[in-house]
Every structure is written in structure tokens, then in C-alpha cells.
């Protein structure tokens, strides 16, 4: 069974930085790609970056600039650097990644949210 562990969320100031980090472990035969989707209060949860195994990177519009994705595929780690948070960067953070499993098949995984909370 294929699971995906996050870290590094927390509360931090208008202008701040934070910096996620996700784990694959178990058994699988590759990751594909993987990413980041975010739910803020109240709303539903929205696509915020991926970046594919050669590192193609996509991005929503409301976080260019400010925020970076990369991986490391040795470690099957998926990083969110975050600087520039603004109030309405305040959502649970969850990692994902389209996993390869050893039978052949693609399988979608999701990790358990990790909570981003921008306020002075």
C-alpha cells in the first residue's frame, strides 16, 4: 500500500515562508507525477502546482511567482517552497502523486492535509 506523508505546515505572517514536504513509501514501481491541492474554509479544494518525474512544472495562476515545486525521485519527495503567503494562501495543504504500482497499474494518492494558516 502506497501512502504519502506531508510536513511543515503551520501559522505564519503576511510575507512569510513555508516549506512543505511530502514522502512516498511503500510499494510501488515508479511516481509519476505529483503535486499539491489546497482547500481553504468554506471552499472547494483547487489544484495548486504539479510537476511531473522530468520536472515539468504547472502552476495556479494566484501562486506564480511565490511559490516553487520540485521533487526529488531518488527520495520520492515533492517539496512546496512557499514565500510571499498572504491571508488567502490560509488552507489544509494536501500532497498527491500518480503512483506506478508494481502490478502494472496507476493509482492516485492522497496524503492526510497539512494545515497553512497566514495571519498577523
Known amino acids: 500500500q502506497v501512502q504519502l506523508v506531508e510536513s511543515g505546515g503551520g501559522l505564519v505572517q503576511p510575507g512569510g515562508s513555508l516549506r512543505l514536504s511530502c514522502t512516498a513509501s511503500?510499494?510501488?514501481?515508479?511516481?509519476?507525477?505529483m503535486g499539491w491541492y489546497r482547500q481553504a474554509p468554506g471552499k472547494e479544494r483547487e489544484l495548486v502546482t504539479t510537476i511531473s518525474s522530468i520536472g515539468g512544472t504547472n502552476y495556479v495562476d494566484s501562486v506564480k511567482g511565490r511559490f516553487t515545486i520540485s521533487r526529488d525521485n531518488a527520495e520520492k519527495t515533492v517539496y512546496l517552497q512557499m514565500n510571499s503567503l498572504k491571508p488567502e494562501d490560509t488552507a489544509v495543504y494536501y500532497c498527491y502523486a500518480r503512483v506506478l504500482t508494481v502490478y502494472g497499474r496507476f493509482l492516485q494518492v492522497w496524503g492526510q492535509g497539512t494545515t497553512v494558516t497566514v495571519s498577523s
Open positions: 511503500g510499494s510501488m514501481a515508479s511516481v509519476n507525477v
